[in-house]
C-alpha cells in the first residue's frame, strides 16, 4: 500500500518537445507528492511539490497535474532541453515525514 | 551556506565487514533520513532522526543502524555487510516536516 508506481521507466524526447512521466498510488493517506532530478554522481533536487487539494501547479517549464479521484499526478516538462537529461522519480509522503519514491524515469531530450 | 555533506563518497568494503556513513545535515535543519539506492532504483527509505531518537523506520534489518548528534549530524551503521547492501546511500535532512534536501550520497561497494 506504500508503492508508488512510476511509467515510463525511460522516455526520449526532441528538443524543444513535451515531456510525460506519470505515477500512481494506492495509500490514500499520502498528503504530499514531490518530484525529484537526479543527475548521474548526485541525490536528488526537489523540482516541484503538489498537495492533494490542489490539481495543478506550474513552475517555469515544469507542472504536476494531480487527478486525486484516480490516484494518479504526472509530471509534465514543457520545451524540453538537453539540460534536462536526467532521471526523474516522483515521490509521495506519509504523514511523518517518510518519503516512498517511484522507481525513477531516464529522460533523454535530443538536440 | 553549505548543503548537506556526506562522508565519504566512495567506498569498498568486504562482505562482513561493518561500515559507518557521517552525514552533516543542511544549517537549520534538525531531521535526518537515510535512504538506500540500488543502481537504477528509486531511493528506499531506511530510518529518520529527530532530537537524537529513531523517529521512523523503514523495512531494513536491524543489521542497519544509526546515531543522530547533538549537532544534528548523523551516522548509517551496517554490520555483517551482505554483497547487496552495495548502493548508493543518501542523507535527507529538512527542517522538520517539510523541504528535504539530499547529500550527494555515498557509494558503497561490497565485494
Known amino acids: 500500500q506504500q508503492q508508488v508506481k512510476q511509467s515510463p521507466q525511460s522516455l526520449i524526447v526532441q528538443k524543444g518537445g513535451i515531456s510525460i512521466i506519470n505515477c500512481a498510488y494506492e495509500?490514500?493517506?499520502?498528503?504530499?507528492f514531490p518530484w525529484y532530478q537526479q543527475f548521474p554522481g548526485k541525490g536528488p533536487a526537489l523540482l516541484i511539490a503538489i498537495r492533494p487539494d490542489v490539481s495543478e501547479k506550474k513552475e517555469g517549464r515544469f507542472t504536476i497535474s494531480f487527478n486525486k479521484s484516480a490516484k494518479q499526478f504526472s509530471l509534465h516538462i514543457m520545451d524540453s532541453q538537453p539540460g534536462d537529461s536526467a532521471t526523474y522519480f516522483c515521490a509521495a509522503r506519509v504523514p511523518g515525514n517518510m518519503l516512498t519514491f517511484g522507481g525513477g524515469t531516464r529522460l533523454m531530450v535530443k538536440p | 551556506d553549505a548543503g548537506v555533506t556526506q562522508s565519504p563518497t566512495h567506498l569498498i568494503k568486504t562482505r562482513g565487514q561493518q561500515v559507518t556513513l557521517r552525514c552533516s545535515p543542511k544549517?537549520?535543519?534538525?531531521?535526518v533520513s537515510w535512504y538506500q539506492q540500488a543502481l537504477g532504483q528509486g531511493p528506499q527509505f531506511i530510518f529518520q532522526?529527530?532530537?537524537?531518537?529513531?523517529?521512523q523506520r523503514g523495512n531494513f534489518p536491524d543489521r542497519f543502524s544509526g546515531h543522530q548528534f547533538p549537532n544534528y549530524s548523523s551516522e548509517l551503521n551496517v554490520n555483517a555487510l551482505l554483497l547487496g547492501d552495495s548502493a548508493l546511500y543518501l542523507c535527507a535532512s529538512s527542517p522538520g516536516q517539510d523541504g528535504y534536501t539530499f547529500g550527494s550520497g555515498t557509494r558503497l561497494t561490497v565485494v
Open positions: 532522526y529527530y532530537e537524537e531518537e529513531e523517529r
Open positions: 544549517s537549520g535543519h534538525d531531521t
Open positions: 495509500n490514500t493517506a499520502f498528503d504530499y
